[in-house]
């Protein structure tokens, strides 16, 4: 989301290249279930019983970012767990009736003892549990001793919050209860597991895949370019940024890998890059880790470091300009 500052009414004609070049989505995010613990009491059926392991509170331990603030769920606050913890938080019924592409999201920070002691998810479908898994997978798999199978699962040092996502699409039309579970065996504790930001929402898996793939050049303006202000709103915060110069065009590439090439969706939608430098009255940019999986890999830990240097404008070209050869 763009805010126009007064000054920025080139903007403007951005957003209307949005418009112009991109179609609509297609279906707008249903939101089935929220629970960022800010409120009272958290939609939650278990949390602290039978083991009193889970609680709520506010976060005075876990790395800055990455969740809503200041509450979260954890376990066992202000201490470690126990051995022989069966920590188990499950949510309120959720009704997936009418749903057609469920997904679960949800962040995650934990410092458990690797292998031996650590968290996963399984769902209820109104007369069974089943195990659930990420996208992309858990990033372990748990050794709990002789008794308990060991499931894949987040154990070990996440090292920040972790965004997380979980296809529910085999549960669409029913009545579930989301379990999040820590399991700890019988020696060595740590600080455990943290929780926020649970949501389940429906209606987004057909709006992906319409991002084409990008290919970008180096450009320098001919026409004199006038630095300005634009302020911008992510999902990392807002900040009032210069727009200084374009340095890269972008097009819309098809991409092929072996004998197999996607089509582009939307050969139309060009990007344009423009250099941007934060203003002195943003607020210190904090570090967080994001994780992203695409082609190239599953999981990918990225640290995002400063604050963005680069806006990408969509935007529709013509090749009649000036400026030499076509
Ligand atoms: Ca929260
Ligand atoms: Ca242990």
Redesign the pocket.
């Known amino acids: 989301m763009l805010l126009i500052t007064p000054r920025a009414a080139f903007l403007l004609a951005a957003i209307l290249l949005l418009g112009a070049g991109m179609p609509a989505a297609s279906g707008a995010e249903v939101v089935l279930f929220q629970e ?3 409120g009272s009491p958290p939609q939650v059926m278990e949390m602290s019983t039978p083991l009193g392991v889970w609680d709520v509170g506010p976060d005075n331990a876990t790395p800055a970012g990455g ?6 769920a954890e376990t066992r606050p202000g201490q470690d767990y126990q051995n022989y913890d069966i920590g188990r938080l499950i949510t309120d019924e959720i009704n997936l009736a009418g749903t057609t592409a469920p997904r679960l999201t949800f962040n995650i920070y934990y410092d458990t003892e690797p292998i031996h002691d650590g968290a996963f998810i399984w769902i209820w479908n109104g007369s069974q549990w089943f195990p659930l898994s990420p996208v992309g997978g858990y990033p372990s798999q748990c050794d709990f001793g002789p008794t308990v199978l060991g499931p894949n699962c987040w154990s070990g040092k996440s090292g920040a919050w972790l965004p997380q996502e979980v296809d529910l699409s085999a549960y669409a039309g029913q009545q579930v209860r989301i379990m999040f579970m820590l399991l700890a065996d019988y020696s060595i504790t740590a600080p455990g597991v943290a929780l ?2 649970i949501r389940v929402i429906d209606g987004v898996p057909e709006e992906r895949g319409v991002l084409d793939h990008f290919k970008c050049y180096a450009v320098r303006p001919i026409d004199k370019f006038e630095p300005r202000e634009v302020t911008l709103v992510d999902e990392f915060g807002e900040e009032t940024v210069t727009v200084l110069r374009p340095t890269r065009f972008c097009n819309p590439v098809v991409k092929c890998t072996g004998e197999s090439c996607a089509e582009l969706s939307h050969p139309e939608a060009h990007l344009t890059c423009y250099q941007i430098q934060s203003g002195p009255r943003n607020p210190q940019f904090k570090k967080r880790t994001v994780v992203v999986s695409n082609q190239f890999g599953d999981q990918q830990h990225l640290v995002v470091s400063a604050h963005g240097d680069l806006l990408c404008v969509p935007s529709l070209k013509s090749l009649q300009g000036r400026g030499g050869p076509k």
Request: hydrophobic share 20%; aromatic share 10%; charged share 35%.
């Open positions: 960022d613990f800010e969740h809503s603030s200041p509450h979260i926020d930001d």
